[in-house]
């Protein structure tokens, strides 16, 4: 069934690092200004403040808290640097729990100096270790898989069927998954992967942008949507048919966007939303 175009913003969402050159107190004013609802709090924009205070300046300006973004980064060849990843990890739990994020979105992690196959059960390993103190801390953990093309140094998760198989061999209640139209709208098994999450009840975040023809940079091109050629409402309607109504995250990086007025970008977001997505 073919969805609606969104004609008003309840469910939009802004990643902080969308609107990057804004520090967290410029984003929650100017988001709330243009009618934005959520924000998925990236950890960079929480330095040097108190979470617990981020987290009421963005409820009080009437929007809710998304989630916090990133954890992860699990896999290393030496056991010193997996425990490192796994202190970091729990610190993002607390940090999300004092921020009222009741998610934390994870970049499971890779390293070029070792199979993909380590890297995976590492990150199995590592998710296992944090399971416990997000389901105490009242914070969920979405496995986020990325496009391949990062699969040497960002992510060992590259397809949603992964991120699915390795959501059912932990079969832990805190651990589930985001969609990211970026990373995954080229593969053929899309639609029955996604059909899998809702079955499963695990698709919790869902993350829209679009892919540039050409790709200038691998990292930081992506396009607003509407310009290249992910096909939104499809698989919107593939994502709303498990059952899905929560935030639509706008997660863009760019170094075009980033180098325009940010308010100027945040006005073609919003029309874009309405457009495209
Ligand atoms: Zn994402």
Known sequence: MPVSPLT????????????????????????????????????????????????????????????????????????????TAIDDNRRAIDEAAALGAPLIVLVCGASPEQSLDESRRQIADGI???????????????????????????????????????????DLPSVGVAVDVYHLWWDPNLEAEIARCGQAGRLWAYHVCDWRSPTEDLLNDRGLMGEGCIPLRQIRAWVESTGFDGPIEVEIFSNRYWAMDQDEFLGKIVQAYKEHV
Not at 44 to 67: D, K, N, T
Not at 152 to 164: E, F, K, V, Y
């Open 8 to 83: 008003d913003l309840s469910r939009l969402c802004l990643h902080t690092i969308t609107t990057k050159p804004w520090s967290i107190e410029e984003a929650t004013d100017r988001y709330a200004a243009a009618g934005v609802k959520g924000v998925t709090v990236w950890r960079q924009w929480l330095e040097g403040r108190e979470p617990v205070r981020v987290g009421q300046a963005i409820r009080a300006a009437g929007m809710e808290v998304v989630s916090l973004c990133r954890g992860g980064f699990f896999p290393a060849t030496d056991a010193a640097a997996r425990q």
């Open 128 to 170: 296992a270790a944090v399971a416990d103190h997000a389901q105490a801390s009242g914070v969920r953990l979405a496995v986020e898989p990325l496009h391949p093309m990062y699969a040497d140094l960002r992510s060992a998760i590259n397809t949603l069927g992964q991120a699915n198989d390795l959501c059912d061999a932990l």
